[in-house]
C-alpha cells in the first residue's frame, strides 16, 4: 500500500514537472505578463492609466516577443475593506503568479509596502518583478533604510527586483531643496503617515533638512483614519512653521491634512511626494484650499509630468490621448517603460524562462526608453535621475520646475 | 418653541456668512502657551460633542435592550451619503443667505429622518426576530448589519453623481462641500472659534436638553425608562414594548443623523470607512461614561474630544490612540461600570 502510494506520488509529481516545464521551452508557446496594482480605491485613475500604458507596450510589439505570443493579467492588489493596498491581497497575487508556470515577469508594485510582501517570495521563486511605482529607499539600496534592508527582501542574494522610478533618496532631497531655496522657509513642520513610503521620504527629508541648516520645528506620524487634524494644525502653528511637507499619499488622508490646514488658517506651503501627484488628490482636497493664495501645493515627482516628456515618452503621450481621449496620469508611462524593458529582456533572453529573463533585465543598458536613456544599476535601480517639481492651478496640476539632471552612468 | 425658531433663524445666517466677509488670519507662530491650551481645548470640545451625539444612539440602545449596535457608527457613514447626495443633487453649494440657512437646516432635518428610519428598520429585520434569542446572537446579528451597511456605503459612493466624481473610484474619500466656513466666528488673542465649532454648537446642546427632556419629562420618556428597568413589568402594566424600542432606535438614529450632518460640514471629507472610527470612539466614549446613562455618554464623548486634542499636543500625534484606550482601561479597572454608571449589570 505504501509503495504504491509512492509509486503515484512521484508519477504525479513527474507530471507536474514535464507540465509546467515543458510550456516554457517550446517555441510557439504563450509568455504571460501580469501586474499587481491597487485597483480598488482612489488609486483606481491613477492605476488604470498605467495599466493601459502596458497594454500599449504589449501592442506595440502585435502583442508577441520572438515568436511567443504574449499574455497579459492585471491584478488588484487592494481590497474594498481597505479602499487602498492589502498585504493578504499582495501576498495571494504573488503567490497565483509563481504557481502560474507561464508567467514570465511580475509587474508591480505601485506601493512600496506591498513590494515589502511580494519581494521575498518572488525573489525565492526566482521570478523578476519591475516596480512602475515603488520609491521607498531601503528596497533596493544597502545602508538607507533599516539595517536590515534590502537584505530581508532578498533571501537568496540574488537580485531579482528592478524599479523605472528613482528613489526618495533623491526625491526627499529634492523636495527639501525647493523649499529651502524657492519657498524660502526656514522652519518646517514634517508629517508622514506611519508607512513605509510616508515614513522614509519624511526621514530622508528630516536628514536634508538638518544637513542644509533648515530647522525642523515637528515630526510627527498621523493617524491615516483620524476624522480631522485639527488639533495638530494649532500645533503646527504655535511652533510657527514656514512651511508643511506631508510624507504619504491620497490613501492616507493627505488631502484631510491640507484641509484642516487651511481651515486652520496656516498658509504655508505644503510640500508632498509623488504619492499625491494624482486627480484624486486634487478632487479630495477641493480646488479652494490649493490655491497659492491658500499658501500653494507643491508635489515633487520621480520623473517629467506627461506633457514635459521629450522623444518616445512625448511620442507616447501623443498615442495615449488619441487611443484614450485624455492625458495619461503621472505614472502611465512609467507602467508602459516598465514594461517595455521586460519585453525587451524577454527578447533578448536565449532562453524563454524565468532565470534567463532575470539575468536580461540585470543586463539592460542604455536602453532608450520613453524616460530617455537609462541603464539598470547593480542594486536594480534605475540610472534615471530626473525629477520634477509641480504645483496645482485652477484644478489642474502644473509643471514648475525640472530636478536632478541627466542619468549617471552605470557601472 | 416660536422663539426657538426666532433664535434658529439668527444665528444660522451668522453661521453661513461666506469666506469673502471675514479676512482670514495667518499662521504668525506667536499662540502663547495658554492660547495653546484653550485653542485645543476648544478643538477637543468640538469634536467631543459630536462623539458625544453618536454616543447617545449606542447608550440608548444599550439601556432598553442590552445590545451594542455596532452598526450604528456605519448608520452615520450612510447618513454622511444621503446628506452628500442631497447637497450635490440640489446644488447646495451655491445657495446663500436665508435660501441657504433654510436649506442647511432641511439637511439636517432631512437626514436624521433618514438615520431614524434606517435604525427603526435594522432593529424591525435583524434584532427585533433575535428579541427571544441569546444577546451573543443579537450582537452577530449587530455586527452582519454594519457589513452590510458598510457595503452599501460602498456603492453608494459608485454612482455616477458629481457629489461622487462621477462614481469613477467607489472606494475614495468624497469632497463634502464647505457649506458653513471655517473662518472665526468669535476671536480671542489667536484663539479662533470657528463658525463649524459654532454650528457644533448649536446642533448638539438643544438635541441633548430636547433628549433630556423627552427621557424626563414626557409619556414616552417615561415607558423608555420604565421597558429600560424591566420589560416584563412595563408589558405587564400595559406599555407596547416593541413600540418603544422601536421609537427608542428611531431617537437614537436621528441623533446619529445630525451628528453625522455635522460631523461632514465640519471635516470636509466622508468616505464609506468613516462609520468604523465614528463608531468606535463613540462606543468609548459611553462605556468610558457608563453605558446605559445618557449624561454618561455626553461626557465621555467630550472626554474623549479633549484627550485627543491634548494628546496631539502635549504627548505626540502617533501615541494618541494608545493614551485614549489606556485612559479608557484605567476607568475601567478603577470604576468598571464607568464614570457615571450607577450600577453594574450584565454585560454583552
Excluded at chain 1, 161 to 188: H, N, S, W
Excluded at chain 1, 299 to 316: C, E, K, N, R, W
Excluded at chain 2, 220 to 235: H, I
Aim: net charge neutral; charged share 15%.
Amino acid at each position: 500500500m505504501i509503495r504504491r502510494t509512492a509509486a503515484i506520488v512521484s508519477a504525479i509529481s513527474l507530471a507536474a514537472f514535464l507540465a509546467g516545464a515543458a510550456p516554457l521551452a517550446q517555441q510557439g508557446k504563450t509568455l504571460k505578463i501580469v501586474s499587481s496594482l491597487p485597483r480598488t480605491g482612489s488609486a483606481n485613475a491613477q492605476t488604470t492609466s498605467m495599466v493601459n500604458g502596458i497594454r500599449m507596450a504589449i501592442e506595440e510589439r502585435g502583442g508577441q516577443v520572438d515568436g511567443f505570443a504574449i499574455a497579459y493579467e492585471d491584478m488588484d492588489d487592494a481590497s474594498p475593506q481597505k479602499g487602498n493596498w492589502d498585504p493578504q491581497v499582495e501576498a495571494a497575487n504573488a503567490k497565483k503568479a509563481i504557481a502560474d508556470a507561464e508567467v514570465i515577469g511580475y509587474v508591480g508594485t505601485y506601493n512600496s509596502g506591498a513590494a515589502k510582501v511580494s519581494m521575498p517570495m518572488l525573489n525565492k521563486a526566482g521570478l523578476v518583478m519591475i516596480s512602475p511605482g515603488n520609491t521607498h529607499t531601503g528596497l533596493t539600496k544597502p545602508g538607507m533604510g533599516e539595517p536590515n534592508e534590502p537584505a530581508v527582501y532578498r533571501p537568496t542574494g540574488k537580485i531579482t527586483y528592478f524599479r523605472v522610478v528613482p528613489a526618495d533618496d533623491i526625491q526627499g532631497a529634492v523636495a527639501c531643496e525647493f523649499m529651502r531655496t524657492d519657498l524660502g522657509a526656514k522652519k518646517v513642520f514634517v508629517l508622514h503617515d506611519r508607512e513605509l513610503y510616508g515614513k522614509g521620504i519624511a526621514d530622508v527629508f528630516r536628514k536634508s533638512a538638518d544637513a542644509s541648516g533648515m530647522q525642523v520645528v515637528g515630526f510627527e506620524g498621523i493617524d491615516p483614519k483620524a476624522s480631522n487634524y485639527r488639533s495638530l494644525v494649532t500645533k503646527i502653528r504655535a511652533a510657527g512653521a514656514e512651511a508643511v511637507f506631508f510624507g504619504g499619499t491620497t490613501q492616507t488622508n493627505a488631502a484631510q491634512v491640507l484641509k484642516d490646514l487651511r481651515a486652520g488658517g496656516a498658509k504655508v506651503p505644503f510640500v508632498s511626494p509623488d504619492g499625491t501627484f494624482e486627480r484624486a488628490f486634487i478632487e479630495a482636497a477641493g480646488k479652494d484650499n490649493v490655491t497659492k493664495e491658500q499658501g500653494g501645493v507643491y508635489i515633487t515627482f520621480g520623473g517629467l509630468p506627461s506633457d514635459q516628456l521629450t522623444g518616445l515618452g512625448a511620442d507616447f503621450v501623443k498615442r495615449y490621448k488619441a487611443k484614450h481621449g485624455e492625458l495619461p496620469e503621472a505614472y502611465a508611462v512609467y507602467g508602459y517603460e516598465a514594461a517595455r524593458v521586460l519585453l525587451d529582456a524577454i527578447d533578448r533572453a536565449e532562453a524563454k524562462d524565468r532565470a534567463s529573463v532575470i539575468a536580461a533585465v540585470a543586463a539592460t543598458r542604455d536602453f532608450t526608453g520613453a524616460l530617455g536613456t537609462w541603464s539598470f544599476d547593480a542594486n536594480g535601480d534605475t540610472t534615471n535621475r530626473m525629477m520634477s517639481v509641480n504645483t496645482i492651478e485652477n484644478g489642474e496640476f502644473k509643471f514648475v520646475k525640472a530636478v536632478g539632471g541627466a542619468p549617471s552612468k552605470a557601472e | 418653541m416660536q422663539r426657538a425658531i426666532a433664535a434658529a433663524e439668527h444665528l444660522v445666517p451668522c453661521i453661513l456668512a461666506r469666506a469673502e466677509a471675514v479676512p482670514g488670519f495667518a499662521a504668525d507662530g506667536m499662540l502663547s502657551a495658554q492660547e495653546v491650551f484653550s485653542q485645543q481645548l476648544v478643538t477637543g470640545l468640538s469634536n467631543g460633542m459630536i462623539i458625544a451625539l453618536i454616543a447617545i444612539g449606542y447608550t440608548m440602545v444599550y439601556g432598553i435592550i442590552e445590545l451594542i449596535n455596532f452598526a450604528h457608527g456605519d448608520l452615520c457613514m450612510l447618513g454622511a451619503y444621503f446628506a452628500l447626495t442631497a447637497a450635490g443633487a440640489l446644488g447646495m453649494e451655491a445657495w446663500s443667505g436665508a435660501g441657504g440657512a433654510a436649506g442647511l437646516v432641511a439637511l439636517l432635518v432631512a437626514t436624521a429622518c433618514f438615520c431614524g428610519a434606517l435604525n427603526w428598520s435594522i432593529n424591525r429585520l435583524a434584532y427585533r426576530p433575535l428579541r427571544k434569542a441569546s444577546k451573543l446572537s443579537l450582537l452577530v446579528s449587530a455586527i452582519g448589519a454594519s457589513f452590510v451597511l458598510v457595503n452599501l456605503g460602498l456603492f453608494w459612493g459608485g454612482l455616477p453623481m458629481d457629489a461622487f466624481a462621477g462614481g469613477t473610484s467607489a472606494a475614495a474619500p468624497k469632497s463634502f462641500p464647505a457649506l458653513v466656513s471655517a473662518l472665526p466666528a468669535a476671536q480671542v488673542g489667536d484663539v479662533v472659534f470657528s463658525r463649524t465649532d459654532l454650528l457644533v454648537l448649536c446642533v448638539t446642546v438643544p438635541l441633548m436638553v430636547g433628549l433630556t427632556v423627552l427621557v424626563r419629562f414626557t409619556r414616552l420618556g417615561k415607558a423608555m425608562r420604565a421597558v429600560a428597568q424591566n420589560p416584563t413589568a412595563a408589558a405587564l402594566m400595559g406599555i407596547d414594548v416593541e413600540r418603544v424600542i422601536g421609537a427608542t432606535f428611531a431617537i437614537g438614529g436621528a441623533l446619529g443623523g445630525f451628528a453625522t450632518v455635522v460631523y461632514s460640514l465640519c471635516n470636509q471629507t466622508i468616505s464609506f470607512q468613516m462609520g468604523y472610527r465614528m463608531g468606535m470612539d463613540a462606543f468609548i466614549a459611553a462605556v468610558l461614561g457608563g453605558i446605559g446613562n445618557l449624561p454618561g455618554a455626553v461626557l465621555g464623548g467630550i472626554l474623549i474630544g479633549v484627550t485627543r486634542s491634548m494628546s496631539d499636543q502635549y504627548v505626540e500625534a502617533r501615541w494618541t490612540n494608545t493614551v485614549v484606550f489606556g485612559i479608557l482601561i484605567l476607568i475601567l479597572v478603577f470604576r468598571p461600570s464607568g464614570l457615571l454608571g450607577a450600577r453594574l449589570r450584565e454585560k454583552v
